[in-house]
């Protein structure tokens, strides 16, 4: 079965897999309210699919690998903004929490990177073998410009917004949190920042 996959297939499952766990971190903050945890967990895998887990080679469709990576994909972005927008409905965690979580995920991601690769370039590409930015056939972050000491950016959409409009939830809440994962990615070399609404750089300080 192996056969049919590819080094990229592997690279987008093993971010499903990352973004699983940050679901599943963010379930555990919550103390003490178990059974409102157990019952966002169980609405979500109702309305919008199981996660995922093990080797990919013995769970994907190899008949239709791209439409059931697609489909993960769009498993784990609506269970995120779901349980993200729920929670903060019923003040079971607040966006400073939350903030604090995704900067330790952050983090943690940022403890796999050879420090070689601490160089501009290196890192842009690298934020996003993290990060769920859709299929790659979506282009999502179109380069700019850029070499080891800074690297410049565009959004040519936001691929996560319909996610967040389909369960009520506001995509700054999202952006905000990404941005706080993308600063502790970084070492403390280097600066994440958002030039305009599209326009993104890593900079070296």
Known sequence: MSAFLGPIHHWLYNKILWHESLLEDIYSEVTGHESKIAEIRASNESRFGMPVSGALESIIDTDNIHGWLQRQIE?????????????????????????????????????????????????????????????????????????????????????????????????????????????AFLPKTFIFNQLDEVTFEIRRV
């Not at 607040?94 to 952050?106: F, H, I, P, Q, S």
């Not at 370039?121 to 999502?140: E, H, N, S, T, Y």
């Not at 959409?157 to 995509?171: L, T």
Request: glycine letters at 4%; charged letters at 25%; proline letters at 4%.
């Open 75 to 183: 498993s784990v972005e609506y269970r995120m903004a779901n349980t993200i927008t729920l929670l903060l409905e019923a003040q079971l965690l607040t966006e400073v929490e939350l903030t604090a979580l995704y900067k330790r995920d952050g983090e943690k991601a940022a403890q796999q990177i050879d420090p070689s690769m601490h160089r501009a370039d290196a890192l842009f590409k690298l934020l996003f073998d993290f990060l769920l930015d859709g299929m790659p056939c979506d282009r999502v972050n179109n380069p700019i410009e850029g070499n080891e000491a800074h690297y410049t950016w565009m959004k040519r959409m936001c691929i996560h917004k319909p996610y967040w409009d389909a369960v009520g939830g506001d995509i700054a809440v999202f952006d905000s949190l990404r941005h706080s994962w993308m600063s």
